[in-house]
């Protein structure tokens, strides 16, 4: 048998810290290495895994779809796009009206900060300390870590990092020339901290009153995560500009911008050869379909506040605080925090960082209570230090 880890490592970028497992199959919550050792996966693919691995809804989908039609460009139409569309316009916030669809959550904050810029006829974009929004040229300069940003300059100019959760500061950042504001509800990379509703309502106020476009970034909170199918449904809040994508379509690759009737763009200002090919589109609409159909929102909510208060019930004195909404929890811990994640790891238990010092679950919104009460079994032997 060969040794596929040998094997990985010989040909591909180093780019990712391996984790020494070779993953082979998933059900559910569940994932199985090559050795047939069960894992709880917290980590659903960095909340890819929505619905969970394997969905047998989105599998049909995807199957039935590939023996129908793989690739459609933007430049015919397609009825699997049409309905996707149609669905996405349906669910989300009031304000959003038009829909981009593409390949990751990168390439949507890609489209967003190009439609900000073309349709206010400004340069600048404010966006959050802490905040996270992906890895090429534009993305990566709305993204505030200096380890993912120094290697890589100059980055695109106009950009400024102003405290979250700090009106004052965020509106004395603003000019003449401010596009866009650009804020994750709740920041998932950057440690998983929420954002306060009067926090928002104020940032929405301000865009309104000097003619900026609010970019809410939704690429991990979205689609159920938070306990609500989109976080920004938290604090009522309609941006004019939403980035979707991770588990929009149960693990296949996808992303979208959603788009009020400010965003203004002609034809060939922007495009995608696969965004939008009907492969995804049907793995998308199963994916939303068992979504609604399964209550995942509400289970969301449900078994997040239940992992919270059996969690809150410990005495734990190396955890700082628990940050938790739906399931997507965070544990900060008073040191680093990679040496649990491992321990874990050895325990059938699959984490992620936020932070250097936070430890980051991100389940299947199908996870069970039983596979919950598992995960707090290990995570509170793992850190009763």
Not at 4 to 26: M, P
Not at 213 to 224: A, K
Not at 268 to 283: D, E, I, Q, Y
């Amino acid at each position: 048998m060969k040794n596929y880890q040998e094997i990985e490592d010989h040909y591909a970028l180093n780019l990712f810290a391996k984790r020494g497992l070779s993953i082979v199959k998933g059900e559910k919550a569940k994932i199985w290495d090559d050795s047939g050792k069960e894992y709880i996966d917290c980590t659903a693919g960095h909340g890819v895994a929505g619905v969970g691995h394997a969905n047998p809804d989105v599998a049909e989908a995807i199957s039935e779809q590939a023996r129908t039609l793989i690739t459609c460009t933007g430049s015919f139409y397609n009825p699997v796009r049409a309905q996707l569309m149609e669905k996405l316009v349906e669910i989300s916030p009031s304000t959003l009206s038009k829909v981009f669809l593409c390949n990751s959550g990168t390439e949507s904050i890609e489209a967003a900060l190009k439609f900000a810029r073309l349709s206010t006829g400004k340069e600048e974009f404010i966006t959050a300390m802490r905040g996270f929004h992906g890895r090429t040229f534009g993305a990566l300069s709305a993204t505030h870590n200096p380890k993912y940003r120094q290697d890589f300059e100059p980055l695109v100019p106009g950009f400024k990092f102003i405290p979250f959760n700090k009106f004052d500061q965020l509106e004395d950042a603003v000019t003449d020339n401010t596009a866009a504001i650009l804020l994750e509800i709740i920041q998932g990379e950057g440690g998983v901290h929420p954002g306060t509703k009067d926090y928002f309502l104020q940032t929405k106020e301000l865009c309104q009153e000097h003619g900026i476009f609010l970019i809410i970034d939704e690429v991990q909170t979205g689609f159920g995560r938070t306990g609500k199918l989109f976080a920004c449904e938290h604090f009522d809040i309609s941006p004019d500009i939403m980035c979707i994508s991770k588990a929009m379509a149960g693990g296949f690759p996808m992303g979208a911008v959603l788009c009020s009737d400010k965003v203004n763009i002609s034809t060939g200002k922007h495009g995608t050869t696969f965004g939008g090919n009907p492969l995804a589109c049907a793995a998308s609409l199963a994916t939303i379909n068992y979504i609604q159909e399964h209550n995942l929102v509400k289970e969301s909510f449900e078994k997040g506040t239940y992992f919270s208060e059996q969690f809150s019930k410990q005495d734990l004195p190396i955890v700082r605080e628990l940050r938790q909404i739906g399931l997507m929890i965070g544990i900060e811990l008073k040191e680093k925090s990679q040496k649990y994640i491992e321990a874990l790891q050895n325990e059938g238990i699959l984490v992620i960082a936020a932070g250097p010092t936070v430890i980051r679950l991100l389940p299947p919104l199908v996870i069970s209570y039983e596979e919950l009460d598992i995960v707090l079994e290990k995570l509170i032997s793992v850190l009763r230090v």
